[in-house]
């Protein structure tokens, strides 16, 4: 079993930037698909970005144009670079592979409020 713990959240203005981190337990080089999830007050969660060990990547139509994931197979961890924050972005950042397999890590706040 893999557990995740993510980090870099925090309280942003409106357009401002954040990197969000996700570290594995174990190596991330055979978890084909890496995912970044969030889910806001009342809202379910949702995918947000995901990038494979070939470097093919899918983004939310909200958050395309704005939000970068990449990953360090070597480092066991996942990023996230968002930029332009809105503040429709303020949820619970979390990681997973991208069929969420397994249990969720308590995840990382991001607020972007003025």
């Known amino acids: 079993q893999v557990q995740f713990v993510e980090s870099g959240g925090g309280l942003v203005q409106p357009g401002g930037s954040l990197r969000l981190s996700c570290v594995a337990s174990k190596t991330t080089f055979n978890i084909y698909t890496m995912a970044w999830y969030r889910q806001a007050p009342g809202k379910q969660r949702e995918l947000v970005a995901s990038r494979t060990n070939g470097g093919s990547t899918n983004y939310a139509e909200s958050v395309k144009g704005r939000f970068t994931i990449s990953r360090d197979n070597a480092k066991n961890t996942v990023y996230l670079q968002m930029n332009s924050l809105k503040p429709e972005d303020t949820a619970v950042y979390y990681c997973?592979?991208?069929?969420?397999?397994?249990?969720w890590g308590q995840g990382t706040q991001v607020t972007v409020s003025s």
């Open positions: 997973n592979d991208r069929l969420a397999s397994y249990s």
